[in-house]
């Protein structure tokens, strides 16, 4: 078992910044990719950034530029550095470790953390 907990979470006011942690714990073996989602109530969770094992990252439209996402092994955490923060930013944000498993892979999902955007 693999346990995700989030944190780095809050209110800012648009413009603003904000970095958010994901540590993992527990039975980690090999990772496929760190990815961040963000889900909005009455909206599909959706993709923010993701970060693969290689190294290479990608990034929805709507955050390119702005957004950069990182990891460091060591401590077994992603990071999600938000800035220029904007009130369409406001979610819940989830980040979501996928990992090998046999042939296949296996995901697991931290608690979310609310990220509000607003004057």
């Known amino acids: 078992q693999v346990q995700l907990v989030e944190s780095g979470g809050g209110l800012v006011q648009p413009g603003g910044s904000l970095r958010l942690s994901c540590t993992a714990s527990?039975?980690?073996?090999?990772?496929?990719?760190m990815v961040w989602y963000r889900q909005v109530p009455g909206k599909e969770r959706e993709l923010v950034a993701g970060i693969h094992s290689s190294g290479s990252t990608n990034y929805a439209d709507s955050v390119k530029g702005r957004f950069t996402i990182s990891r460091d092994n060591a401590k077994n955490t992603v990071y999600l550095q938000m800035n220029s923060l904007k009130p369409d930013d406001t979610a819940v944000y989830y980040c979501n470790w996928n990992l090998h498993y046999g042939s296949g892979f296996i995901d697991y999902w931290g608690q979310g953390t609310q990220v509000t955007v607003s004057p």
């Open positions: 527990g039975s980690i073996f090999s990772i496929n990719a």
